[in-house]
């Protein structure tokens, strides 16, 4: 009995963390980013939360964290205990197909697969070769402005059929 | 004390700051830091020793937080919009991994982090960042040179993070957890560094006659310190014989090489500048710094000191 209560307090715990949403992205969940990675009822009212960062610098991290604070104790969790998870570092193939399609609908390309970095990292002169589709009109006719973007996590791209700029999701 | 302009709701209304100020809850700034390392294992592995693991700790994070200001000081001032927000990124990114680095010194060994007064809210790495002196910060001289032009800036990142990738592809298999994970997330981050500054020394260097002027003046500039990154330090050398670090030594070989193949496609010999030498055998990660550093500290540090206690 006791067991099955906190099973089913840990589903709503759960449910309440998988709302909250990324403070740069709100189109995402923090799930949908795949940056929520346990959440655990361990007590009365007691439930311990753990993120991992994107970036080293993401200052969207404290943001995440108070909005955990926020909604869990809102629900009636009276102590929130939100936890960094370093390892394994976040990839940008943790991001849901929900999230991928959150993204696109938001006018922002995702990510495509993340490269591997198991060994040495070789060097690249060339541009990033990505298969990036404009968000707004599908076409593959694009070309990378810059790698870095207007937050840590994104590329700036431009589409050469419908001239608008679009941000791309870039691959770690 | 009754002269306030916009007092009246409709002003309120009108004005493009309110908006900011309801819900802070959203801005970075303006929210309580935590623990950035609140529920990582900091248990010291076995047979480290928990001060030289805080000093390698320290000399990591030195050159990040160090590097990151340098680079932050482009913000605003990049020749185009593109770059002013690609040298902020690799700013913020290094800036994150200060963070780290610095809390798992502060957490190894709580003796290294000044002392602050009563009721300060700073937390150990915010302390150990702005309420230093630099003889007591451990960057290599490299980190802390005075900006030059977008030449300068390109050669500075490229070195800086071909050295630090390589030494962070090594640093992945740390015995430390933390380190480990702070090395594993950095080399995603450096790589994208590395390339950016790569792309544009290729650049540069075949663009016009004075770009690679500035380029190869840029190189000349930074080379007498590119040395002294492989120089092993006693710390680093313990570090590296406890399996928590890597000593620089060994990663010479691997940067090197990287650093030639750009050399190579951008058709840029290698400088002939000599080596800087140490001030009576002392570098920056004895706590011998130049000029610049303490010029760069009074800026930074400035803020911090005057409000101990200030709630940010």
């Known amino acids: 009995m006791v067991r099955l209560m906190s099973r089913t307090t840990t589903e709503r715990a759960r449910a309440v963390a998988a709302r909250v949403t990324d403070p740069e992205l709100p189109m995402l969940t923090l799930v949908d980013l795949g940056v929520l990675r346990d959440v655990e009822v361990v007590g009365d009212a007691h439930v311990v939360v753990d993120i991992t960062p994107t970036y080293s610098g993401c200052p969207a991290m404290a943001a995440m964290r108070d909005d955990l604070v926020r909604e869990l104790s809102g629900a009636g969790f009276d102590r929130v205990e939100v936890r960094v998870s370093l390892d394994p570092a976040w990839t940008t193939d943790w991001i849901t197909p929900a999230g991928r399609a959150a993204l696109a609908a938001a006018g922002i390309s995702p990510p495509g697969p993340a490269p591997s970095h198991d060994g040495p990292i070789p060097l690249t002169l060339l541009p990033t070769a990505r298969q990036v589709r404009c968000p707004q009109c599908d076409s593959p006719a694009t070309e990378l402005v810059s790698e870095f973007g207007s937050t840590a996590c994104k590329a700036q791209y431009r589409c050469t059929a419908c001239l608008e700029p679009f941000d791309h999701v870039k691959e770690i | 004390m009754t002269d306030h302009v916009h007092t009246t709701d409709e002003d309120e209304h009108e004005s493009a700051y309110s908006g900011l100020l309801v819900n802070d809850a959203h801005w ?64 913020l990114d290094l800036l994150g991994q200060a963070r780290l680095l610095l809390a798992r010194a502060a957490k190894a060994d709580a003796s290294v982090v000044p002392d602050l007064p009563e009721g300060s809210p700073a937390p150990p790495e915010d302390a150990l960042a702005f309420f230093r002196e630099a003889h007591d910060f451990r960057n290599v001289r490299f980190a802390e040179l005075a900006n030059g032009d977008f030449a300068d800036a390109t050669v500075r990142v490229l070195l800086f993070s071909i050295w630090r990738l390589a030494t962070f592809e090594r640093l992945r298999s740390s015995r430390d957890h933390v380190l480990a994970a702070v090395a594993a997330k950095g080399v995603k981050e450096l790589a ?76 840029v010999p290698r400088s002939e500048a000599p080596r800087r030498a140490g001030v009576l055998g002392r570098t920056g990660r004895d706590g011998m710094h130049g000029e610049p550093l303490s010029r760069m500290l009074a800026e930074m540090q400035s803020v911090a000191r005057a409000h101990p206690r200030g709630q940010w």
Do not use: K
């Not at chain 2, 020793?49 to 160090?66: K, R, S």
């Not at chain 2, 840029?218 to 680093?236: C, G, I, M, R, S």
């Not at chain 2, 313990?238 to 058709?267: F, I, K, N, W």
């Open chain 2, 28 to 91: 970075a700034f303006g929210t309580d830091f935590e623990d950035p390392l609140a529920g990582v294992d900091t248990t010291i592995p076995e047979g480290v020793d928990a001060p030289a693991l805080a000093a390698y700790a320290l000399m990591l994070g030195d050159d990040a937080l160090v590097m990151s200001h340098r680079i932050s000081e482009w913000t605003s001032n990049a020749p185009d919009l593109e770059d002013d927000i690609a040298l902020s990124n690799i700013a």
């Open chain 2, 192 to 267: 994208y560094h590395r390339d950016y500054a790569a792309r544009w020394f290729v650049t540069l260097a075949q663009g016009t006659e004075e770009s690679r002027r500035r380029l190869v003046a840029a190189l000349d500039a930074l080379w007498p310190l590119w040395p002294e990154l492989f120089d092993t330090h006693a710390v680093e050398a313990a570090a590296a014989a406890a399996g928590v670090g890597v000593d620089p030594a060994s990663v010479r070989e691997a940067a090197e090489a990287t650093l030639d193949q750009v050399l190579a496609a951008a058709d």
